[in-house]
């Protein structure tokens, strides 16, 4: 039997941890990747966590498996991760696929305007020109 998407989300929750803002930024300062999937437009309007590294919710397998050609040597196994998206299920569904690749410590900061409302510290986007 098929599964829905609310399935998928919970099943992931039950894997992925979710973590707030003081729990993410322990993990910052002990070195963790901290990744945004959303689409890029979403950036562009709202910012994102600082230092964080923007992996559309797309490519994240592509960017997180070593054997990809398109692999992201910030990616590693040992390394914590931290995603995070505008609402939360695209951040869960993302975490429970990093889980599946083999990374072991995968946090769910859930939802930007979250970070955002606790104070999160913020890269604004850059200026549009228009």
Not at 12 to 19: E, F, M, Q, R
């Amino acid at each position: 039997m098929p599964l829905t998407l609310k399935e998928m989300i919970e099943a992931a929750n039950a894997v992925v941890p979710k973590v707030d803002r003081a729990a993410t930024e322990a993990l910052i300062a002990e070195g963790a990747l901290v990744v945004d999937v959303r689409d890029a437009p979403e950036l562009v309007h709202d910012g994102m966590v600082a230092g964080a590294r923007h992996v559309s919710r797309g490519m994240l397998e592509f960017r997180a498996d070593a054997a990809s050609p398109f692999h992201d040597p910030e990616f590693r196994p040992d390394r914590p991760v931290v995603v995070y998206c505008g609402a939360g299920g695209r951040a869960a569904l993302a975490g429970k696929a990093l889980r599946d690749l083999g990374f072991a410590q995968v946090y769910n900061l859930g939802a930007f305007k979250d970070w955002v409302a606790a104070g999160g510290a913020v890269d604004r986007p850059l200026e549009s020109g228009m």
